[in-house]
């Protein structure tokens, strides 16, 4: 089974950016849906972006016009850009598959000034 690598994390102050990084071990060309998650302390991990083999994009409402979802099929690789963080962006980003897959260890983002 193909594993991700979260990568790319880190402390930004609100109004910040960010770019997530998400390496898989094995080709992603094959994989229809890859998507972008995240979990709060205290809270279930939650939905953020998904996208489709050829490109095509789902956002989750809360975060629209925040986020954009890519992915290089050639480089096997997903990202996640954010930009105008706020705080309760604060979790642990992570990637995978539709059909679910293992859970990675994620990336921490941290949004605090």
């Known amino acids: 089974q193909v594993q991700f690598v979260e990568s790319g994390g880190g402390l930004v102050q609100p109004g910040g950016s960010l770019r997530l990084s998400c390496a898989a071990s094995?080709?992603?060309?094959?994989?229809?849906?890859m998507g972008w998650y995240r979990q709060a302390p205290g809270k279930q991990r939650e939905l953020v972006a998904q996208?489709?083999?050829?490109?095509?994009?789902y956002y989750t409402d809360s975060m629209k016009g925040r986020v954009t979802i890519s992915r290089d099929n050639a480089k096997n690789t997903v990202y996640l850009q954010i930009d105008n963080m706020k705080p309760e962006d604060t979790a642990v980003y992570y990637c995978n598959q539709l059909p679910v897959g293992s859970w990675g260890q994620g990336t921490q983002v941290t949004v605090s000034s």
């Open positions: 094995g080709s992603i060309i094959n994989i229809v849906l």
């Open positions: 996208i489709t083999r050829y490109s095509g994009t």
